[in-house]
């Protein structure tokens, strides 16, 4: 098994996050005529899987700490199936949103560990495009999720909606448990041997010796006392590499991808769509462009570089509010327009805050912070989240969607500005050198 093949079974439980993303919009459709819910109750709804997220992420590092990296991709893989069949038969809405808080926490462990299991396991040539593959998955994820609301529309089946959930989880669970852990987490626990062993096991041609050294050299750094844990990620010089991510981390979000994913169907009705295939289908052919993009970020990243396709699908994402705020306030251009525009916001996002944030998010920090400096970072991203979920139904109809995307569009150009000026550049560097950036006050010497 060599790493390449590890990286993209590790990836591919992406695919559950982007489903659960994604069949949200669709199911909602039915349970809020089914219980009738209200506005409010819609928010919380889709807002309780956030708050489930927070919690699995702030407990997501110390659990990959303790059991390893492999070890909670598995228990992710139960526990998913498991929340979303109780998900499939609640009988009420206090039990659905206890289902969807459990299954949200499931989901926060695992967009902490996975990206962080990849980018350990990835030699340095192909590390940025095995963490993309981890997007291209979601992705793959959230049209899967978009046209299974779609075929089970007709007989309002929210209930298979979520029950199809379990089905990738209980597929990609015999493929997981065959996963070695990665050599920096063996070597975290002092088990030298089983450290050396999977090295050569999934690149047979290494040098593992020096390999070894190196890593282990990184692992024994740190301030005594500290290793870890949170008070070294707020000492110099990880603080500055903890701010930068936690700023990124919630202008992933704030931004406002999720209510183009949670909301897509009500985006789509008030610009005139509808029918169950322009409320369900769309957001599915929507999505093509996301793969598109992240086709685009997976063969370029490790050619040109983290910064330029950051920036560049950042501008996009600009461009594209501006267009959305023109269609809602003035009518130019109708549905299609306005079509054309949630494309390119999603092609933008795609490609770069979506496939390269969580990139930076798995390098900036040594083996004995990588899953709590992910954690930290996820954390302020769900934060973001949950701010949109459970208002932007709320600022739909009060600002308009013209308003709505006016405020989605300043953020936007606050997020290039903070990318700008603070990201670095990853590209080709050992993870153990990229302290380097931090410790020299935020640049390369």
């Known amino acids: 098994m060599n790493t390449k093949t590890i990286g993209l079974t590790g990836a591919s439980v992406g695919v559950i996050y982007g489903y659960d993303l994604s069949i949200i919009a669709g199911a909602q459709l039915f349970i809020t005529r089914d219980f009738g819910l209200t506005t409010g109750q819609q928010e919380l709804l889709t807002t309780m899987v956030v708050i489930g997220q927070i919690v699995g992420a702030l407990g997501a590092g110390v659990l990959a700490n303790r059991i390893g990296r492999q070890k909670s991709v598995v228990l992710i893989l139960v526990s998913y199936a498991i929340f979303a069949l109780l998900d499939a038969f609640s009988m009420s809405l206090p039990m659905l949103l206890v289902a969807r808080l459990l299954l949200g926490m499931t989901i926060g462990v695992m967009v902490v560990v996975v990206p962080v299991y990849i980018a350990e396991s990835a030699p340095t040539a192909v590390r940025g495009a095995l963490l993309t593959t981890y997007q291209l998955a979601i992705v793959s994820g959230l049209i899967v999720g978009y046209l299974t609301g779609y075929a089970l529309a007709e007989t309002h089946s929210w209930r298979w909606m979520f029950g199809l959930a379990a089905v990738p989880a209980v597929l990609l669970l015999p493929l997981v448990i065959r996963l070695p852990d990665t050599a920096r987490w063996y070597l975290l626990k002092g088990r030298i041997d089983d450290a050396r062993a999977t090295l050569l096991r999934v ?113 996009m994402m600009i461009v594209a509010d501006a267009l959305l705020m023109l269609v809602f306030a003035r009518g130019v251009g109708g549905a299609v327009l306005g079509f054309a525009g949630i494309v390119l916001f999603i092609f933008g996002y795609t490609m770069g805050f979506g496939s390269l944030g969580w990139v930076y998010a798995s390098e900036s920090f040594p083996t004995r912070l990588r899953s709590i400096g992910s954690s930290t970072m996820l954390t302020s991203n769900l934060v973001a989240n949950a701010i949109v979920a459970a208002v932007f139904l709320t600022m739909l109809h009060s600002l308009g969607g013209a308003g709505a995307f006016a405020v989605f569009g300043l953020l936007a150009v606050i997020a290039f500005g903070v990318v700008y000026r603070y990201a670095p550049e990853t590209k080709g560097r050992q993870l153990e050198d990229i302290r380097h950036f931090w410790e020299n006050g935020g640049k390369w010497l």
């Open 203 to 315: 690149e047979p041609a290494a040098n593992a010796e020096e390999e070894l050294a190196e890593i282990r050299r990184a692992v024994g750094e740190g301030s005594p006392g500290f290793k870890g844990g949170l008070k070294e990620m707020l000492r110099p010089p990880y603080l500055r590499a903890t701010l930068f991510v936690v700023t990124l981390g919630f202008l992933l979000q704030i931004t406002g991808i999720n209510a183009i994913i949670y909301y897509s169907p009500r985006i789509f009705e008030a610009m005139g769509f509808t029918g169950n295939f322009a409320l369900l289908g769309l957001p599915a052919l929507v999505q093509v462009a996301g793969l598109a993009a992240v086709g685009a970020a997976l063969t370029l990243v490790d050619r040109i570089g983290r910064r330029p396709i950051l920036l560049c699908g950042i501008a």
